[in-house]
């Protein structure tokens, strides 16, 4: 039995996605899914795994009969739906800012710190 034709297009455009969104440009579904890896939801992750399952699967002729196509098209929608809603640029000025304010910490720290041994020292 061959696999629906709008799960094979769901998985082509997912796997685009996870290309432009996260870089993940090479190798099948469940390669792609694991260089995303952290950056997807749990729940992304755990649907990317069911698409890859049924992406192997419907290669072979006894187990592709086996394919839960009702749930599999559900699962391909809400990490369709979730992976066109990322923002890349947002995802970046993100992390961006995340790295900024763990830098001023850490010079706030450090002043702090100084103004401390300077007048536990008697210097100031």
């Known amino acids: 039995m061959a696999m629906d034709p709008?799960?094979?297009r769901d998985i082509?455009?997912?796997e685009v996605l996870l290309a432009e969104k996260f870089g993940a440009a090479s190798g099948r579904l469940d390669r792609?899914?694991?260089k995303a890896g952290r950056n997807l939801p749990r729940w992304v992750r755990r649907d990317l795994?069911?698409?890859a399952a049924v992406q192997t699967m419907a290669g072979h002729p006894k187990l592709g009969r086996m394919v839960d196509t009702r749930k599999s098209l559900k699962a391909a929608a809400r990490t369709r739906d979730w992976l066109d809603a990322v923002d890349v640029a947002d995802r970046r000025r993100g992390r961006l800012l995340g790295m900024l304010g763990a830098l001023s910490f850490?010079?706030?720290l450090a002043?702090?710190?100084l103004i401390v041994v300077l007048r536990w020292r008697g210097l100031v």
């Open 106 to 108: 850490n010079l706030i």
């Open 6 to 8: 709008t799960l094979i």
């Open 111 to 113: 002043f702090v710190l």
């Open 12 to 14: 082509g455009r997912i």
């Open 32 to 34: 792609r899914a694991r």
């Open 49 to 51: 795994d069911r698409l």
